[in-house]
């Protein structure tokens, strides 16, 4: 048996970041209260149960949390063998969507197995990224520095998954993902003025095209700087949202109390849920939820910075992982998947 566990993993009998996990823990369980809270009318006027969005997000929290202590037991430098099939997958799944996925509002983002269980490849593309340039620049780490070589040359390997992302459209995941890829790279090694000089003669002409030439990107920019020109149309949302934060004050209506939940706000469980957060928990609630992200990302930063290599720490996302000591290896492996779990199972 001993035998056996050693060859699965180094990681196995190692003990798991507790600050990190209940941190996680508490945070998913605020998620679960919220999300219960939050979808009740909306599930009872669409389908006549209350629990159907409830249910559905503690199932996957309950896989989300399994999965989650079983890999936190792999090395993390196990992952470091197969980057490169990384950003095959991603192309792969990208594409999968394309053609498989289903139509809603416009967009192809989501591939539908049952009228309940469905999978968004974009979030699992943001996790394979991050193992393919952990991988690649801790490879040619020796080249971060010349701007061909090491700049335009890891650059480029985001075209065809960036250019994939937005033929689906999915313009913010699009920029999740070269966010996450260009802090690892100047993280590596890469110099911060080829990414401004960059950013400055490329970047921002391409964003203001897409924003300009996509009239509904053009409106939600134009809503978010002033909801009020349209309080009934695009900004409805909006402004019902910081009429949910405004009332919430200090303490909160109390935890089931919210209005704007009951039809004001449109789905209020996705992206709008802070707001019913602030408007029951009120300041403090917001304050906690917040708190309890800053220890998360503390005990990130902490991880890297003690990871044995620079793989694992640009694995973390947080730091070139000079230093540390073998001890820590634990510490890195539970933070990895931690990290990346994030976008498996909705905190908030």
């Keep these: 048996m001993a035998k056996k566990g050693k060859s699965f993993s180094s990681f196995l ?5 507790f600050t990190l996990l209940i941190t996680i823990l508490l945070l998913l369980t605020i998620g679960l209260i919220m999300v219960l809270s939050a979808s009740s009318p909306s599930a009872l006027s669409e389908s006549g149960d209350s629990y159907k969005y409830f249910s559905k997000q503690l199932l996957f929290a309950v ?14 430098r196990f992952y470091k063998k197969f980057y490169k099939h990384s950003w095959i997958i991603a192309i792969i799944l990208l594409l999968m969507v394309l053609v498989m996925g289903k139509n809603i509002n416009g967009s192809k983002r989501w591939i539908y197995f049952t009228e309940t269980i469905s999978f968004q490849p974009s979030e699992l593309v943001k996790i394979l990224m991050i193992v393919f340039y952990a991988g690649i620049l801790t490879k040619n780490r020796d080249q971060l520095k010349d701007y061909k ?3 335009l040359k890891h650059l480029a390997l985001l075209a065809p998954i960036i250019g994939l992302l937005m033929l689906q459209p999915h313009f913010s995941a699009s920029i999740v993902i070269i966010g996450i890829c260009s802090i ?12 401004a000089g960059t950013i400055g003669s490329i970047g921002i002409p391409i964003l203001i095209a897409v924003i300009i030439f996509s009239p509904y990107r053009l409106q939600r920019v134009v809503t978010f700087m002033d909801p009020w020109q349209d309080p009934t149309g695009d900004g409805w949302q909006v402004i019902q949202s910081l009429y949910a934060i405004g009332s919430g004050g200090l ?3 109390g935890l089931g109390e919210s209005k704007q939940k009951y039809l004001y706000i449109p789905e209020p469980h996705n992206d709008f849920i802070f707001s019913i957060l602030g408007e029951e928990m009120g300041f403090l609630g ?3 939820v917040m708190l309890l992200f800053g220890i998360f990302i503390w005990r990130g930063v902490l991880i890297a910075m003690r990871a044995p290599d620079m793989f694992g720490s640009l694995m973390a ?3 070139n992982g000079s230093g540390g000591n073998t001890s820590n290896y634990k510490y890195s492996s539970c933070y990895i998947f931690n990290a990346s779990n994030r976008y ?4 908030l």
């Design 13 to 17: 009998n190692h003990p798991l970041d």
């Design 63 to 76: 896989i989300g949390i399994v999965a989650m202590i079983f890999i936190s037991k792999i090395d993390y």
């Design 149 to 151: 070589l090491g700049f």
């Design 184 to 195: 690892m790279m100047i993280v590596a090694g890469c110099k911060f003025k080829h990414f």
């Design 251 to 253: 303490f909160g209506s």
């Design 286 to 288: 917001c304050t906690i």
């Design 317 to 319: 996302v947080r730091n």
């Design 344 to 347: 498996a199972i909705t905190i």
